[in-house]
Nanobody, 125 residues
Framework: VQLQASGGGLVQAGGSLRLSCTAS????????VGWFRQAPGREREFVAA????????YYAASVKGRFTISRDNAKNTVYLQMNSLKPDDTAAYYC???????????????????WGQGTQVTVSS
């Protein structure tokens, strides 16, 4: 499955953005999908994930209550709604997918088989 992340941009602190991860080649409904981010000079970190059937979502503590992950299988797309953005949220955001992800690996980027290119999010203070 090929993944395309989009929706990044420049926003002021306190603003919102919605990222999209759209799949081609195969239907995304059979995959759990995660969002990760990486800022310059920092390790890649888990942001959020949603299981294949959408009945479970997971968030990093740093974004819980501000970000919401959702999926529209009819559109073959997973979204990351980001509200109350902070300068610390500045990073390249990547979506990833895996068909056989287990809950204990949901925040482990190495457990995902498919990755999209990043979309840059810049939050100004």
């Amino acid at each position: 499955v090929q993944l395309q992340a989009s929706g990044g941009g420049l926003v002021q602190a306190g603003g919102s953005l919605r990222l999209s991860c759209t799949a081609s080649g195969r239907t995304l409904s059979g995959y759990s999908v995660g969002w990760f981010r990486q800022a310059p000079g920092r390790e890649r970190e888990f942001v959020a994930a949603i299981k294949r059937n959408g009945d479970a979502t997971y968030y990093a503590a740093s974004v819980k209550g501000r970000f919401t992950i959702s999926r529209d299988n009819a559109k073959n797309t997973v979204y990351l709604q980001m509200n109350s953005l902070k300068p610390d949220d500045t990073a390249a955001y990547y979506c990833a997918a895996d068909k056989a992800l287990i809950t204990s690996s949901i925040s482990n980027g190495n457990a995902y088989d498919y990755w999209g290119q990043g979309t840059q999010v810049t939050v100004s203070s």
